[in-house]
Nanobody
Framework: QVQLVESGGGLVQAGGSLKLSCTAFGRTFDRNPVGWFRQAPGKDREFVSSMSWSDGVTRYADSVKGRFTLSRDNAKNAVNLQMDSLKPEDTAVYFC??????????WGQGTQVIVSS
């Protein structure tokens, strides 16, 4: 059984930083792409960042490029999303997901990020 657990959300002022972590149980991230998505109130869930070990490529949404950094912690079977220069529009529930084939098949429960102006 695959389980993804996010942590690290919270309240921060605009311009501040937060680090989100996603730990996997029941699968290893080094074999399956992992990604972060977010959903703001009243909006659709949107892509934030993803990492694929097969091609070594890390991708970012244009809205977070240059401010967010995705990295992995192999020892903990986790991935971290370092979020710097946060803006009020980054306020959302952030979800970690892992692919199975071409589908984002597994999702965490989400962690709330609130950026105050």
């Amino acid at each position: 059984q695959v389980q993804l657990v996010e942590s690290g959300g919270g309240l921060v002022q605009a311009g501040g930083s937060l680090k989100l972590s996603c730990t996997a149980f029941g699968r290893t991230f080094d074999r399956n792409p992992v990604g972060w998505f977010r959903q703001a109130p009243g909006k659709d869930r949107e892509f934030v960042s993803s990492m694929s070990w097969s091609d070594g490529v890390t991708r970012y949404a244009d809205s977070v490029k240059g401010r967010f950094t995705l990295s992995r912690d192999n020892a903990k079977n986790a991935v971290n999303l370092q979020m710097d220069s946060l803006k009020p529009e980054d306020t959302a529930v952030y979800f970690c997901a892992s692919k199975d084939g071409s589908t984002w098949a597994y999702w965490g429960q989400g962690t709330q990020v609130i950026v105050s102006s």
